[in-house]
């Protein structure tokens, strides 16, 4: 029997699974990070852990942990984890990638049109009594989505469901850049690959589909922003640092872009005062990207059946 920590609710039915399995499972009552004495103490004598993106697995707590055999994330990022360490102590990581893909492109779009069409602004008039009067000057105007140039910055799974929905969906022209051609995704959506500068600098929407390394840590700065259209609208629901939220309030402030739909922050749970007071054309989601009841449900069983996996003497089946 081996002992599993889960840091986070996670559906009773895979407990049932891992329980059925002969295994002992343990799951942080509290909300919130679980504190991280408690995580050591609980990982003293375990050999898998189901982990968020929220938790810490730094060397120190790895170096702490004698009979850990594995690390299953429940995010497709996994910058919370030092990857090399837990290598190092013959510790295998997993992630769940593919499994949130078309809800985290959903989003995308959702937050492309909020921003575009002044959604969360309109609903606030209309929760507050009033109903601005229709007309060529109507104060909530907005912007059109279809037939626009989207720019997809980051090539991936994620970015392709993106510009597959703005390619088919919306008749978008699809501009991408990324470390790598994606030939399959230029014949099929008639994408073009474009410099990263080329890509700002033509794009009317601007999404930001990279993972966060040392090269994309505030890939979005002023002078990334400051070669966008006037008119364009930056979307993120990748990794926070990879935009300088400073930057971005100045350039919203500034005029330098239009408008903003972010669901991902550089400091999480903290954001950035200046975007909180901005309103116009911006909409904030509280890293929404793959919260649907369907979408969560595959990733924990993804997770948890990477751990049976293991503890099985079988091969993981998303290693990182």
């Known amino acids: 029997m081996a002992k599993v920590v889960c840091t986070s609710y996670i559906f009773p039915e895979l407990i049932e699974g ?36 929220t938790d810490r697995i730094d060397r120190e707590l790895l170096s702490a942990v004698s009979q850990l055999r594995i ?24 992630n769940t990638p593919d499994v949130l893909t078309e809800t985290t492109a959903d ?35 907005g912007s059109d989505v279809f037939g626009k140039t989207l720019g997809i910055v980051g090539m991936g799974r994620i970015g392709t469901a993106v510009a597959r929905r703005g390619r088919l969906g919306f008749g978008m022209k699809v501009l991408y850049h990324n470390r790598t051609r994606n030939e399959a995704t230029e014949q099929e959506l008639e994408a073009e690959s474009v410099s990263f500068e080329v890509l700002l600098e033509r794009s009317d929407v601007v999404c930001v589909h990279v ?10 700065d002023r002078e990334a922003f400051a070669r966008m259209k006037p008119s364009a609208i930056l979307v993120n629901v990748a990794r926070g640092p990879v935009v ?18 972010i669901d991902v922050y550089e400091h999480e749970p903290e954001i950035h005062l200046g975007l909180l007071g901005l309103h116009e054309r911006v909409v904030l989601a509280p890293h929404l990207g793959s919260a649907t009841r369907e ?22 089946l998303t290693p990182v």
Do not use: C
């Not at 937050?111 to 507050?128: C, M, N, P, S, Y």
């Not at 993972?211 to 979005?220: D, G, S, V, W």
């Open 71 to 94: 690390v299953a994330n429940v995010a497709v990022g996994y910058e919370n984890i030092d990857v090399d360490a837990a290598h190092e102590h013959e510790i295998i990581v997993t």
């Open 18 to 53: 891992m329980e059925a399995a002969g295994h002992e499972v343990w799951v942080h009552p509290g909300e919130g990070p679980i504190p991280r004495n408690l995580l050591m103490e609980r990982l003293a004598n375990a050999e898998a852990l189901i982990s968020m993106l």
């Open 211 to 220: 993972p966060l390394t040392n090269e994309t840590y505030h890939l979005f």
């Open 244 to 261: 300088d939220e400073a930057a971005l309030v100045a350039a919203l402030e500034q005029g330098d872009i239009a408008g903003a739909g």
């Open 107 to 141: 989003l995308t779009f959702a937050l492309i049109l909020g921003a575009a069409r002044r959604i969360a602004e309109a609903d606030a008039t209309v929760r507050q009594g009033e109903f601005p009067a229709w007309g060529l000057d109507q104060e909530l105007i």
């Open 295 to 316: 979408t969560r449900r595959a990733m924990a069983k993804l997770a948890a059946d990477n751990v049976l996996a293991v503890l099985a003497g079988n091969p993981p």
